[in-house]
Structure formats: structure tokens, C-alpha cells
């Protein structure tokens, strides 16, 4: 959890793995709200969602300025479909 100017005020992790993960975290963030503005400037982005295999990692941007970062591991699920790169043709 961040403030709005983006000082850390809470952790679950260790804070020098805490204040590594935010930096890139929000600095990817920013980049991303950045295009998104270019694209279109009335529209802004409070949500950004990335997955890696092991790992899934959730920004959250409310508009006051406080930001929430939630990381999670990847259990697999028997029930998660892995889709193939067939199945999106439309051939």
C-alpha cells in the first residue's frame, strides 16, 4: 500500500524485496497509464493485472492517489484451460 506520493505505508514482505518490487511495479505502471493517455486523453487506467508463470501481480490506482499492489503465486488448477495458439485462428 502506497501513498500518493508513493511511500510505502504497509507490507506483508520483506522491504527491501518490497521497496524493489514497487519501484519497477509503479515505474511499469506509470508507463502504462502514460499510452493509455496517449491513446486517449479522457480515459485513464486504475487497474493493472500482469501474470508470469509463477506468479500474478494486480496495481490498483484509485483516483486518490493511494495504490494498492497485490502479488499472489500460481497454483496450477486442473480446472485453468491452457488455450493454444490454434484455437484464436479464425482460419
Known sequence: ???????????????????HITSKLLSFADMSRSIIRDID??????????????KEMMVVAPED??????IQ?????????????DEYDDN
Not at 486523453?41 to 509463477?54: A, K, S
Request: avoid cysteine; charged fraction near 20%.
Open 65 to 70: 492517489g493511494i495504490q494498492v499492489i497485490a
Open 73 to 85: 503465486k500460481i497454483h496450477s488448477s486442473p480446472t485453468i484451460k491452457q488455450h493454444t495458439e
Open 41 to 54: 486523453p479522457t480515459d485513464n487506467l486504475l487497474t493493472l493485472r500482469l501474470r508470469t508463470r509463477e
Open 1 to 19: 500500500l502506497t501513498n500518493e506520493e508513493g511511500q510505502l505505508q504497509y507490507t506483508s514482505l520483506d522491504n527491501n524485496l518490497t521497496f
